[in-house]
T-cell receptor, first 112, second 112 residues
Framework: DQQVKQNSPSLSVQEGRISILNCDYT??????FLWYKKYPAEGPTFLIS?????DKNEDGRFTVFLNKSAKHLSLHIVPSQPGDSAVYFC???????????FGTGTSLTVIP | GAGVSQSPSNKVTEKGKDVELRCDPI?????LYWYRQSLGQGLEFLIY????????KSGLPSDRFSAERTGGSVSTLTIQRTQQEDSAVYLC??????????FGPGTRLLVL
């Protein structure tokens, strides 16, 4: 049972434009959310996180938005750069808790 | 400092053979996770080690899978009597906090 879902397997965006990656979850007990970025042949790298007490967290070009009532989070990348081309995974967990639940990933291509 | 390392980077084996996958976490990290990613799937949690506590094995798919962590550092994931459906990328991650994990590059396992 997939508790974290990324319904768009791929996304293409023009360089300089905004990239919006979406993630939905089913477990209302999740209270910590993360985005990871993965290049081919490498492990995922942590990008940005948000706890359930916030609805927005910003780090440079990356902003994560959380809508708890809709059980939805999104990652905005502005402006998008070709180096942002990668697979992006969202993940969720309960705190305290051991287990992270990952989505299936969205492959982002930023076109120069 | 050095990140999480995994070996081997690639492993090809015959159905029915046993394999051992190794993970060297970041020094000082108390938590260690194993995940696998099958083709087209998200990251599937396998097992979690935290300090000297009993590991959380709830994600192991069958009793052919086992893992140990010696001295609170290096971990080995063992798959006995491998099956073709075990083919996947096996990822290890370590953490010193509940919130953020740092991943290794993964071991790509192919069972023929």
């Amino acid at each position: 049972d997939q508790q974290v879902k990324q319904n768009s397997p791929s996304l293409s965006v023009q360089e300089g434009r905004i990239s919006i990656l979406n993630c939905d979850y089913t477990n209302s007990m999740f209270d910590y959310f993360l985005w990871y970025k993965k290049y081919p042949a490498e492990g995922p790298t942590f990008l940005i996180s948000i706890s359930s007490i916030k609805d927005k967290n910003e780090d440079g070009r990356f902003t994560v938005f959380l809508n708890k009532s809709a059980k939805h989070l999104s990652l905005h990348i502005v402006p998008s750069q070709p180096g942002d081309s990668a697979v992006y995974f969202c993940a969720a967990k309960r705190i305290p808790g051991n287990q992270f639940y990952f989505g299936t990933g969205t492959s982002l291509t930023v076109i120069p | 400092g050095a990140g999480v390392s995994q070996s081997p980077s690639n492993k090809v084996t015959e159905k029915g053979k046993d394999v051992e996958l190794r993970c060297d976490p970041i020094s000082g990290h108390t938590a260690l996770y194993w995940y696998r990613q099958s083709l087209g799937q998200g990251l599937e949690f396998l097992i979690y080690f935290q300090g000297n506590s009993a590991p959380d094995k709830s994600g192991l798919p069958s009793d052919r899978f086992s893992a140990e962590r010696t001295g609170g550092s290096v971990s080995t994931l063992t798959i006995q009597r491998t099956q073709q459906e075990d083919s996947a990328v096996y990822l290890c991650a370590s953490s010193n906090l509940e919130e953020t994990q740092y991943f290794g590059p993964g071991t790509r396992l192919l069972v023929l």
